[in-house]
T-cell receptor, first 112, second 115 residues
Framework: AQSVTQLGSHVSVSEGALVLLRCNYSSSVPPYLFWYVQYPNQGLQLLLKYTTGATLVKGINGFEAEFKKSETSFHLTKPSAHMSDAAEYFCAVSEFGNQFYFGTGTSLTVIP | NAGVTQTPKFRVLKTGQSMTLLCAQDMNHEYMYWYRQDPGMGLRLIHYSVGEGTTAKGEVPDGYNVSRLKKQNFLLGLESAAPSQTSVYFC??????????????FGPGTRLLVL
């Protein structure tokens, strides 16, 4: 079975600073990788995903993530944090099946 | 186009009571999923369906049953609620197989408290 590790359950950044949320996975084959965002009292929505092709993936709201097979990582970044980015972020992995494995989430706080 | 809706939004149950959570989607998606979200544990798949009339077990199916009698609806049942089932429940749907990279669309969630 897959496992997904998100380092840091809480991350705080200043407004305008770089956002870096870490995700590592365990897989013996290239997986499909996702980042979802959850705003307070809402369901999850897709930020971006990697399936095949270019390893640098751009998503909504200025976020991007890079698939690094050698490091089994899919870290999420944004050059400049905005107050509206405060939310819970989930990394997820699937591997040729209907099973989805979510990480435990990282809560992002943006400090004015 | 409402997307994915869930009913009810919040419910309190006593141990041993039963209830059904309703998920509806208007996107004509084949695949539907039920997850539970617990603090510090992320989302875990309970059951899923790959089409009308089909259901399958996910990672944590014990204590739950599901039905997909209509393509647009996916019901999650708790026959005898236990405090361990206190959680936030999310329904999701996707056009293709989520395991092959299809995007899942989530409902707003149902908060369930079992006393």
């Amino acid at each position: 079975a897959q496992s997904v590790t998100q380092l840091g359950s809480h991350v705080s950044v200043s407004e305008g600073a770089l956002v870096l949320l870490r995700c590592n996975y365990s897989s013996s084959v290239p997986p499909y990788l996702f980042w979802y965002v959850q705003y307070p009292n809402q369901g999850l929505q897709l930020l971006l995903k990697y399936t095949t092709g270019a390893t640098l993936v751009k998503g909504i709201n200025g976020f991007e993530a890079e698939f690094k097979k050698s490091e089994t990582s899919f870290h999420l970044t944004k050059p400049s944090a905005h107050m509206s980015d405060a939310a819970e972020y989930f990394c997820a992995v699937s591997e040729f099946g209907n099973q989805f494995y979510f990480g435990t989430g990282t809560s992002l706080t943006v400090i004015p | 186009n409402a997307g994915v809706t869930q009913t009810p939004k919040f419910r309190v149950l006593k141990t041993g009571q039963s209830m059904t959570l309703l998920c509806a989607q208007d996107m004509n998606h084949e695949y539907m999923y039920w997850y539970r979200q617990d603090p510090g544990m992320g989302l875990r798949l309970i059951h899923y369906s790959v089409g009308e009339g089909t259901t399958a077990k996910g990672e944590v199916p014990d204590g739950y049953n599901v039905s997909r009698l209509k393509k647009q609806n996916f019901l999650l049942g708790l026959e005898s609620a236990a405090p361990s089932q206190t959680s936030v429940y999310f329904c999701a749907s996707s056009n293709g197989l989520a395991g092959r990279g299809e995007t899942q669309y989530f409902g707003p969630g149902t908060r369930l408290l079992v006393l």
